[in-house]
């Protein structure tokens, strides 16, 4: 399956992310400060696919609960030494279905990365104050399947 396969999706349809189901229930559309877009699509269980079309780049999310903070550049999860990587910000310029975001919420995030495509990517709402944390994996066109 391929990235504007995933993109096309409506709200209700599921696809097989790593074997398991992700249904999809809904989106928001980021535009981040540089001009590019990208989608936060939101599935059941607190996950989410964070797309960004113009990279061809994938990751599947898990909201986790821990309060992590950084350290010198580095985060320390689960045993493993999570290494930073990339830092963004954009607003929401659109949402579709089910989404934990509001229009024109802005929004703080970074990542940090361990070997093995782990990834830990900490968000905060400007907005709002508010922070989540969420751990998840780089995601290939092979490791989506239609349902």
Not at 8 to 17: A, I, Q
Not at 83 to 112: Q, W
């Amino acid at each position: 399956m391929k990235i504007k396969d995933l993109l096309s999706l409506e709200v209700g349809e599921s696809v097989s992310v790593f074997n398991e189901p992700f249904e999809y229930v809904g989106h928001a559309q980021i535009e981040l400060d540089g001009g590019q877009k990208m989608r936060w699509m939101y599935g059941e269980d607190d996950r989410m696919l964070s797309v960004t079309p113009s990279d061809d780049e994938l990751m599947l999310f898990e909201q986790i609960e821990d309060d992590l903070e950084p350290e010198d550049e580095m985060i320390l999860y689960l045993g493993k030494e999570y290494e930073f990587s990339y830092e963004d910000a954009g607003s929401v310029v659109g949402i579709e279905g089910d989404s934990v975001t509001e229009e024109e919420d802005r929004f703080m995030f970074a990542d940090y990365e361990a070997a093995g495509g782990l990834i830990v990517r900490l968000i905060s709402n400007e907005n709002t104050g508010e922070s989540s944390v969420y751990f998840g994996r780089m995601v290939s066109e092979d490791d989506l399947a239609a349902l």
